[in-house]
């Protein structure tokens, strides 16, 4: 039996290292002005305009229940697809592009800081890092990916 791999694009939050399958990932756009919506969760900044689509943009920070921050010339837009839906993702850095050994992924831990365990589909060790999956299905619900669309009067 070969050993398989994931490719991971791999981003940074708050000091931790997480990442996403490159399958889910767009495109990664630096910040770019982003247009308040009213009446949308505070982790939804609004949305931006990419080649023609809005599309919604989401702080991971926010909805991690990190604290906010300003963002830096680091600071990422990482456009990915759920639910046939491109969402963005503004995380403080886009790190790398790795190959992720199946064997090295481990289940979630019960507790990770402050990230709620549903998001997290495993952590991953990698020489001196540690690498924390995220399951996108479950950063958002169907119904919030379906909240963002925005509402026509």
Known sequence: ME????????FQLDNEEYAVSVQQVGLI????????V???VDFVK???????????IID????????????TDHSRIIIVNMDDKEVGLIVDAANDVVD???ETIEPAPEVI????????????KLEERLIILLDLEKV??????????????
Do not use: C, H
């Open 3 to 10: 050993n398989s791999t994931r490719k991971m694009i791999v």
């Open 29 to 36: 756009e630096r910040i770019t002005p982003i247009t308040r």
């Open 38 to 40: 009213p009446q949308t």
């Open 46 to 56: 609004g949305v931006i305009n990419l080649r023609g689509v809005v599309t919604p």
């Open 60 to 71: 991971l920070r926010i909805r991690f229940g990190l604290s906010e921050a300003g963002f």
């Open 100 to 102: 992720i050994p199946e």
């Open 113 to 124: 800081g402050t990230v709620d365990i549903d998001y997290i589909e495993g952590v991953a």
């Open 140 to 153: 958002l619900s169907a119904e919030e990916v379906n909240s963002l669309k925005p509402v026509k009067e």
